[in-house]
């Protein structure tokens, strides 16, 4: 019994209908090429994959493959790329070359991350890790019918894909580092292929955005992107809000509740602070993807199986979180089929400029009056802004700037001593930093809300930095807990609300009620906003 066939009976048992399960006469229309000259394989992949419908042809030699490809259009190819006689990459590209619109899938032995990052480069559309369950060949297959069939439709609509299934909202991605080209060109191919993604990068570097930006360039742009932050929950609320909940599972779910990875089906989700999540959780988010198959809390029974693409972000090292076991090694592998890594800001100062007036002109545009003139920076304040560390990165450069606009006269021109940066101005050795010039300082209680906001804001930000990222070590160091840093990380814009991609008006049924006693402990000014004194 091959290692496929001994998993065929799991998937015998009948799976609740996924969102996107094709009707039969949709199914027959589907064109399916299987090569591989493993026979067994080969065999067992055909006969599942035609017991469900699809018009399937095997081939079990390169040659043969080869010539099967230049003459004939597939909508998708299961491809082994190590095929006697022919060179894999020669039978990718040939996929890939005569008919563009072919999905291609590798099978392949354990995939090492360059090997992997080079087909999908050359247009692959995602892996399948030898050996496979039919399940996990179900899923996958699944995954690409999909894609076909969105394809189908936009064609004949007489539509581009992009057009007609990118979204075309704005969303302004700015950079013109060859680091930060290197890694958004990267981002652009990745996009289009439906593979894990794994973003790396220093808080507030970009990687939720970068994130976003994937899902908008792929094929699920019309889906959801499900936000999850795995940091600011505990992780009994962390697992129900993601794997969802049945009635009675703990003492406050009074209802059967979907997770967010039912709510992401068909989209993408997106798993920030992946190292923060525990062990267990891990181990059961594996599960999701390998076979889409999800267990609500409290549940015995497959409750549904999503079609879900997963991006992953942490602003700490992975691979020193697999080693120090914080991160498991499988979920790593299966995460890290694309690694993206956002370059520091300091690291690319020539991206400063572009920055710091595209956030001037969006906040101007925001906060002031539409006849007040845009102030300009000067030469000197950019040569100074390039020459600060930026620890908090593009966040801290997008506060400061908001910052700047708050206080700037109309039509002034923004000076080194101007800019507020977090632990002093970097002086430039050839212009001493001229002394700050006196703001007009306004009514007192909006006065003071400003300096209150600022001064959090950059509390925030240093805090964060100084803990490398690590939520717990910065709550630990505030001395307040880690669900009251994240509140107020999501007051100033600094943090993406945990509950972002829910639907709107969606109950929040949590299994751990937030204790009051989470904002003890902390000064009035940072947890609640400005004290009660007065003047
Ligand atoms: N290249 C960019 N162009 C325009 N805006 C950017 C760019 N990079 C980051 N930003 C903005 O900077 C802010 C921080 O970015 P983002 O939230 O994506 O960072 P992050 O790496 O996820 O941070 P953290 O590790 O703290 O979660 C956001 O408001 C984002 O829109
Ligand atoms: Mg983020």
Not at 78 to 98: E, H, I, Q, Y
Not at 198 to 226: C, M, P, Q, Y
Not at 289 to 305: F, L
């Amino acid at each position: 019994m091959t290692h496929l066939e001994k998993a065929r009976s799991i998937s015998l048992s009948p799976l609740p209908r996924s969102r996107f399960e094709v009707d039969e006469t949709a199914k027959s229309t589907v064109r399916l090429l299987i090569v591989d000259d493993e026979h067994s394989l080969r065999e067992s992949c055909h006969s599942y994959l035609a017991s469900e419908g699809f018009q399937v042809e095997t081939c079990g030699k390169g040659k043969e493959a080869l010539e099967l490809l230049t003459r004939r259009e597939f909508d998708i190819v299961l491809l082994d790329l190590f095929m006697s006689g022919v060179p894999g990459a020669k039978l990718l590209s040939v996929a890939l070359t005569r008919h563009p619109r072919t999905i291609v899938i590798i099978m392949t032995g354990k995939p090492t991350v360059e090997s992997s990052l080079e087909l999908l480069e050359q247009g692959a559309w995602d892996y399948l890790t030898k050996p496979f369950s039919a399940t996990q060949l179900r899923i996958l297959v699944g995954r690409a019918v999909h894609a076909v069939l969105v394809t189908r439709v936009a064609e004949s609509a007489g539509a581009d894909v992009e057009a007609r299934f990118g979204n075309t909202d704005k969303l302004t991605v700015l950079g013109t580092s060859p680091a930060f080209r290197r890694m958004i060109d990267l981002a652009r191919k990745v996009a289009r292929t439906d593979a894990s993604v794994l973003i790396t990068g220093e808080s507030g570097s970009g990687k939720e955005l970068v994130a976003e930006f994937i899902h908008r360039h792929s094929r699920r742009s019309r889906e959801r992107l499900v936000a999850i932050n795995c940091a600011a929950l505990p992780d009994t609320l962390l697992e129900s809000e993601m794997f969802g909940h049945r009635k009675g599972a703990f003492t406050d779910a009074l209802r059967d509740k979907p997770g967010l990875l039912e709510v992401a089906n068909g989209g993408t989700m997106f798993l920030d602070e992946l190292t923060d999540m525990s062990p267990a959780i891990q181990a059961k988010l594996l599960r999701v993807i390998q076979d889409g198959v999800i267990r609500r809390v409290g549940s015995e029974d497959v409750d549904a199986v999503v079609n879900v693409r997963f991006i992953a972000a942490t602003n700490r090292d992975p691979r020193a979180a697999v080693e120090a076991g914080k991160l498991r090694q499988d979920l790593f592998y299966r995460l890290h089929v694309v690694p993206l890594h956002l370059p520091p800001l300091r690291e690319r100062a020539e991206d400063i400029k572009g920055l710091s007036e595209y956030f001037l002109a969006r906040f101007w545009a925001q906060h002031r009056g539409a006849g007040e003139a845009i102030p300009v920076f000067s030469e000197a304040a950019l040569r100074t802004s390039q020459r600060h560390s930026w620890p908090g990165n593009v966040r801290e450069l997008q506060n400061l700037v908001e910052h700047l606009v708050v206080v700037t006269e109309p039509g002034a021109e923004i000076r080194p001593g101007d800019l507020p940066f977090i632990g002093g101005a970097v002086p430039l050795d050839d212009e001493p930093a001229p002394p700050p010039r006196p703001q007009p300082v306004g009514p007192y209680h909006a006065a003071r809300e400003h300096a209150l906001a600022q001064f959090q804001k950059q509390y925030l930000s240093l805090l964060v930095e100084q803990a490398r990222g690590n939520m717990s070590k910065a709550a630990a160091s505030a001395g307040v807990e880690r669900s009251t840093l994240y509140r107020l990380l999501e007051r100033h814009g600094m943090h993406r609300s945990v509950e972002d991609g829910r639907t709107p008006g969606a109950d929040v049924e949590k299994p751990v009620a937030e204790s009051p006693q989470d904002v003890a402990g902390i000064p009035d000014a940072v947890a609640n906003g400005p004290a009660p004194d007065t003047p």
